[in-house]
């Protein structure tokens, strides 16, 4: 900060205390030691997105909250998911404290998240920033996402439906009626 009545490059911070919404600083030039104010406040970070065809356009959560809310359209999905979804998003993007992000990086952070949240609303979000152009693709996608859920072993809460001395009953049964 040059000093305003000489130009001087260096000043000395001689008081420095909170307002509002930033630091206020009482600083004395080096050099002609005129006092002066300057304050000091947080800028609002501006995000934006670059887009496929490389055009920037500034990040615009309602755009995001749009996407996810088309795919979870008539999801079973507990009130609040979407709107929790894109502010968690929203948050990520902020604090990788980039001020040019491309929309793959968010596409990809949407997909995660519908992934573990919702297969239906998943493969539509997918099919829609995928762009798959052929059911090829789109079955691949799904085939990955079957494949990696059968590697999940789900806990068995169900109890059988019938009990197993009634079935092997029922196979004796059977067995004999063969005879
Ligand atoms: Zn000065």
Redesign the pocket.
Known sequence: MN??????ND?KVIDSRDVNDGIRRRRQ??????RFTTYERLQPASLFVIKKDERREEFNKNKLLAGIRKACEKRPLPTGTVDKLADDIEAELYQLSKTEIPTTVIGDMVMERLKNLDHVAYIRFASVYREFTDITALKREVDTLLSAEAEVPRPTSQLPLIPVEQSAGLAKGHRRRRK
């Open positions: 000093c305003p009545y000489c130009g001087h000043s030039c080096l050099s002609c030691g005129s």
